[in-house]
């Protein structure tokens, strides 16, 4: 079973337009972390948040931690095809050695 | 400043043929060090982590082995490959309890 699941799988948008992305879980988590990956590289992280309610800003994207700790949302804000890629959310769980990744999000935008 | 190295950067190989992937971390001491396997476009599967020299955790029950010889190297083994094998394999880093992870550039195996 996969702890943080993410909506939705793919997602095709016009340069220009507005998205979100979504991470949720039933399991609540100490922090949060959003990565961006390229075809055939590594993972890069974008942002972690780490208190409930949390929002915080990356130029033209948006990341909110929910009160409950347990989701989280990637808003971006006048899609550019530059922003193309994976998107992974990866929760830290209080005690454990390793984060688990969310099921990914690929994002195509369209010039 | 770090750098994570991982080789090769692709690999084909028949079924039952043995597999070692190394990865070696530079400019820090005493990593946490992870191995990652990636289905096309999809999220990672953690197969194993180590904290520590001769400290290794499985997370998921398989046909591959890893080891850490060494405080920044990390070997992902397998004695016999089998088709599901095939993947894209990362490996990471992260420095005490700071979960954040610094990934390599990954390595494509495909099993024939």
């Known amino acids: 079973t996969q702890l943080l699941e993410q909506s939705p799988q793919f997602l095709s948008i016009q340069e220009g337009e507005n998205l979100t992305v979504y991470c949720n879980s039933s399991?609540?988590?100490?922090?949060l972390q959003w990565y961006r990956q390229e075809p055939g590289e590594g993972p890069v992280l974008l942002v972690t948040v780490v208190t409930g309610g949390e929002v915080k800003k990356l130029k033209r994207l948006t990341f909110q931690f929910g009160d409950a700790r347990k989701d989280s949302s990637l808003h971006i804000t006048a899609a550019q095809p530059g922003d193309t890629g994976l998107y992974l959310c990866?929760?830290?769980?209080?005690?454990?050695?390793?984060?688990?990744f969310g099921t990914g999000t690929r994002l195509t935008v369209i010039p | 400043s770090q750098t994570i190295h991982q080789w090769p950067a692709t690999l084909v190989q028949p079924v039952g043929s043995p597999l070692s992937l190394e990865c070696t971390v530079e400019?820090?001491?005493?990593?946490?060090l992870y191995w990652y396997r990636q289905a096309a476009g999809r999220g990672l599967q953690l197969l194993f982590y180590?904290?520590?020299?001769?400290?290794i955790s499985s997370e998921v029950p398989q046909n591959l082995s890893a080891s850490r010889p060494q405080d920044r190297q990390f070997i992902l083994s397998s004695k016999k490959l089998l088709l599901s094998d095939s993947g894209f394999y990362l490996c990471?880093?992260?420095?005490?309890?700071?979960?954040?992870?610094?990934f390599g550039p990954g390595t494509r195996l495909t099993v024939l």
């Open positions: 990866a929760g830290d769980r209080s005690g454990a050695n390793n984060l688990f």
């Open positions: 990471a880093w992260s420095l005490g309890a700071s979960l954040r992870q610094y």
């Open positions: 180590s904290v520590g020299i001769g400290q």
């Open positions: 399991s609540v988590f100490s922090s």
């Open positions: 400019g820090t001491s005493n990593p946490n």
